[in-house]
């Protein structure tokens, strides 16, 4: 009953485990890791994705012509190139060492796969001397993977801030370091609870 009403607070975001236990993370050394788009919402008005990217792609061509086609490729590869990145850099930072426990996407052989659901993204902002920091809230839902429908750990993360120190004015290096603070806030729940199974 514990694990279901833990929730903890870093850098702002609000992390709370809702089903399941970090038990079977006893002895492992990879988890497969996923990241799942199909779900996300974007805004306070909470606009799919399609209408987010076909908006923000022909307001940037209005301004000038091909910026906002190429705004478009370069939202979509930042899922891969920036995204993934952040996340599982953090994730690695604090476990793969001290604790040889790795985390990659592509292990299919291992035994647990971690499907990262991205639901939420406010992309914040940066006009001269106007800031604010991206959102991001995700799903962490540890499931087995020769059996997806068994969910052994899932966890709500809601509004992970995204900023780089001195601003940025790219919105995809703004969520990139909510997908870093979200890797990080995971990587120290884990690290906690690693700590007390080698007791």
Do not use: H
């Amino acid at each position: 009953m514990l694990a279901l009403v833990c929730t903890v607070f870093v850098y702002g975001q609000k992390m709370k485990v809702v089903d399941g236990d970090y038990t079977f993370l006893k002895g492992q050394k990879n988890i497969n890791v996923e990241f799942d788009y199909s779900n996300l919402k974007l805004y306070n008005d909470d606009r799919s994705e399609e209408t987010y990217v076909t908006e923000r792609t022909k307001e940037l061509e209005e301004k000038n012509r091909g910026v906002g086609k190429n705004w478009a490729k370069k939202w979509e590869a930042s899922k891969e190139l920036i995204y993934a990145p952040k996340f599982l850099e953090l994730m690695n930072r604090y476990l793969a060492d001290d604790y040889g426990l790795f985390f990659e996407e592509g292990l299919t052989d291992a035994k647990y796969t971690l499907i990262v659901d991205v639901t939420w993204i406010y992309p914040g902002y940066n006009v001269a001397i106007m800031r604010k920091p991206a959102k991001l809230s995700t799903t962490l839902r540890f499931v087995e993977t020769a059996n997806r429908d068994n969910v052994v750990l899932e966890i709500k993360a809601k509004n992970a801030p995204g900023n780089r120190f001195g601003g940025t004015f790219s919105n995809e290096d703004r969520i990139g370091e909510g997908f870093a603070k979200t890797g990080k806030t995971l990587a120290k729940m884990i690290e906690k609870k690693l700590k007390k199974m080698r007791r």
